[in-house]
């Protein structure tokens, strides 16, 4: 099946267009439905007119075309580029020249979805429209398009009496019928609105299934896990936005009387790493479910009578899975039980268990009784015959597991540190019983490009100030960079941190270290701005400066503009100018702005961008009058109603509180 891109050069290319910068080249053009408007607008004038019943209408249209193209500098660019748009199905804007066989109108007027078509001159100044009336084709000429915008702007964005507003709002619920895709953006919308009523919100949820704004009440979240739809019910934990308690959480699991869904909230309880109660623990050990109980000996602080319990289980699987929760709790004939058991995939956990204290002979070993080769040689540890014997195997998988595996004498470190696998080196590098004179002298061969965590091990030791004191000085950049991830840490340590030679672990130390220095978070800044773990940061660290920052209101670089609006001297006026900035980001925050004039706020709700003008939907500064239009729209339905400035009552109709027509809109 052939991409809308492809159907559209193949549209093209029957056209007798030429690429000349394609598709995306066009990325500071007005957007195609705002184009449309002054072309289809009930008030349109025609500029030329083709009658339909005439001999070669589509050619005649064509002539038209051209004449009109050169005479308002339709091709004024030099390589004769300009803009063309082939309907909502096939993209947006494309740029193209005329190639030596062209027609635009015969192929252009058929394409699916589009009895128009429209062409732009690059600069954006020029639009000629071609649109089919019930006799004749229009082709219609806007000279001035930016003009035609700001007239248009200027128009809506006039202002409104209290009277002009309730008309406004009682439009919205007018005669025609609101179709149910554009009620569901609507709830959608409502669900991230400020404005919302808390008594609104569950409603709205167990319509969308969808869980958004801030956190829900106890109460609320009460009423979701009793819900009786069971959407409902998997969505409060499906993203994770709503953390619930360890009794909420065992509330919903055992509430479920559909083994699949236990099951299925069970799993997402073990992947968030969610506690649930003893009691709850204890009833779900004894489930009917085989895939129940295995997960239930997956569960974080799952308490060790339980696992005692699933150990016993008459499932191999659950017994396998509950080894590692119940081990330590186990006495020496219950550890001995499970070492002998049936089934030799618990045999094999248990007997690897068992060997992180008891070193493995080379008997032991050889038989298989403990499993995959790797993963025993990795977790266990190992006589010295054996481990010797492993630094010399031609298999270097299991040479990277030796690398890892508890208790390695000094000898063997030695010799894996000039093992010829770099993945060898790379995993001996990172062992947490290293000196960082043992770990520097690693030749390892890291891709330090790709994405990095902390270490399991460093992190541990985050709370430990001579310890990350020691790691912050390591050769090694994955520990260095673990030690960023600390919350806290001590001063000396941050400083160190801020001039390490590796910027990922100053991004690191911006994104997880209160103690971050501000001209650290302005460096990281210069080339980064958030990620999804850290959204926001470093602009939104407590530490980042905010004073002076309006420095930087004319810089060239579009990143340090952005930060003026930030400082506590910029103004509304400063707002306004970043809405008419060439670069998109600093457009968005202008649109994202309290300050923004109405007059601002529509003009970029035709912005090329469609983050700039979701943000600009968004704005309170909006007239009635343009977010009753928005909100009408099911493309910008959603934006519009996260608009804080909407009526209460207003929003509790949109939210299928209030019967349409019952009255004026409370404010």
């Known amino acids: 099946m052939s991409t809308p891109l492809e159907r559209a050069g193949a549209v093209l290319t029957a056209a007798g267009l030429e690429d000349a910068g394609g598709w995306g080249a066009a990325a500071r053009a007005l957007p195609v439905r705002a184009a449309l408007r002054p072309v289809v607008a009930g008030t349109a004038e025609p500029t030329a007119v ?13 002539t038209e075309w051209f004449r009109l193209a050169e005479e308002h500098g339709l091709f004024a660019q030099e390589d004769g580029g300009f803009l063309v748009t082939l309907g909502p199905g096939l993209g947006g804007w494309f740029r193209v020249r005329l190639g030596e066989r062209w027609r635009l109108a015969e192929v252009l007027r058929s394409a699916p979805d589009s009895p128009e078509f429209l062409t732009l001159s690059a600069d954006g100044r020029t639009l000629i429209g071609v649109t089919t009336e019930e ?3 229009w082709l219609i000429v806007v000279a001035d398009l930016p003009a035609h915008q700001e007239r248009r702007a200027r128009s809506l964005a006039r202002e409104e009496t209290e009277e002009e507003r309730d008309a406004e709002w009682e439009k919205l619920f007018g005669r025609l019928r609101i179709p149910e895709r554009t009620r569901e953006q609507w709830a959608l ?3 991230s609105n400020p404005a919302l009523p808390d008594a609104l919100r569950p409603a709205l949820m167990h319509r969308t299934h969808r869980f958004h704004g801030p956190a829900l009440r106890p109460e609320e979240i009460d009423r979701l896990i009793a819900d009786p739809d069971w959407p409902v019910r998997r969505a409060l934990v499906d993203t994770g936005a709503q953390p619930l308690t360890p009794d909420q959480w065992s509330r919903l699991v055992l509430g479920e009387e559909d083994d699949r869904h236990r099951w299925i909230l069970l799993t997402i309880a073990v992947d968030r790493r969610a506690a649930l ?14 895939r129940v109980r295995a997960e239930t000996a997956a569960l974080t602080g799952l308490p060790h009578a339980v696992a005692r319990v699933l150990t016993a289980d008459p499932v191999p699987e659950v017994r396998e899975r509950a080894c590692a929760a119940a081990w330590p709790g186990l006495g020496a004939d219950e550890r001995r039980t499970l070492m002998a058991d049936p089934d030799a995939r618990v045999r094999a956990a248990a007997r690897r268990l068992h060997h992180r204290t008891h070193p493995v002979p080379l008997s032991v070993f050889e038989s298989g009784d403990l499993g995959d080769a ?5 977790g266990c540890a190992l006589e010295p015959d054996l481990a010797l014997l492993l630094s010399r195997h031609p298999d270097a998988a299991l040479r990277r597991a030796l690398a890892e595996s ?18 060898v080196r790379n995993t001996l590098a990172l062992r947490p019983d290293l000196t960082e004179e043992q770990r520097g002298a690693i030749a390892y061969d890291v891709d330090l490009s790709g994405l990095s965590h902390a270490l399991d091990w460093v992190r541990e030791l985050h709370g430990d100030p001579a310890a990350m004191r020691r790691l912050a000085a390591s050769a090694h950049p994955l520990v260095r960079r673990s030690v960023a991830r600390a919350r806290r840490l001590p001063p000396d340590v941050v400083d160190r941190l801020a001039h390490d030679e590796d910027r990922v672990v100053h991004l690191f130390l911006a994104e997880s270290c209160d103690d971050a220095p501000p001209w650290l978070l302005l460096q990281v800044w210069r080339w980064w701005d958030g990620s999804l773990s850290f959204p926001g940061r470093p602009r939104t660290h407590p530490n980042f400066p905010r004073a002076g920052l309006l420095r930087y209101a004319t810089a060239p670089e579009a990143r340090l503009r952005r930060l003026a609006l930030a400082d506590p001297d910029s103004t509304a006026e400063l707002v306004e100018r970043f809405s008419l900035d060439p670069d998109v980001e600093v457009r968005r925050d202008a649109a994202a702005d309290p300050r923004l004039s109405r007059l601002g706020a529509v003009r970029l709700l035709d912005d090329p961008d469609r983050v700039v003008r979701a943000a600009a939907a968004r704005s309170p500064r909006l007239p009635a009058r343009v977010l009753v239009a928005l909100l009408r729209d099911r493309e910008t339905a959603g934006d519009a109603a996260r608009n804080a400035a909407i009526p209460p009552g207003v929003i509790r109709r949109m939210a299928g509180r209030d019967r349409p027509g019952s009255g004026r809109a409370p404010r």
């Not at 083709?50 to 005649?60: E, I, M, T, Y």
């Not at 109660?277 to 085989?290: G, H, I, N």
């Not at 790797?374 to 990795?378: C, I, N, P, Q, S």
């Open 135 to 137: 006799y004749a084709i």
């Open 406 to 423: 508890p208790g390695l004498p000094p000898e063997l470190v030695a010799v894996l540190a000039a093992d010829p696998d770099a993945e």
């Open 277 to 290: 109660t003893p009691a709850a623990c204890e009833r779900l050990a004894t489930d009917p479910v085989t």
């Open 374 to 378: 790797a993963r025993a040689v990795a």
């Open 189 to 191: 919308g409502l669900l």
């Open 50 to 62: 083709v009658r339909l019943d005439g001999p070669d209408p589509s050619g005649a249209t064509d």
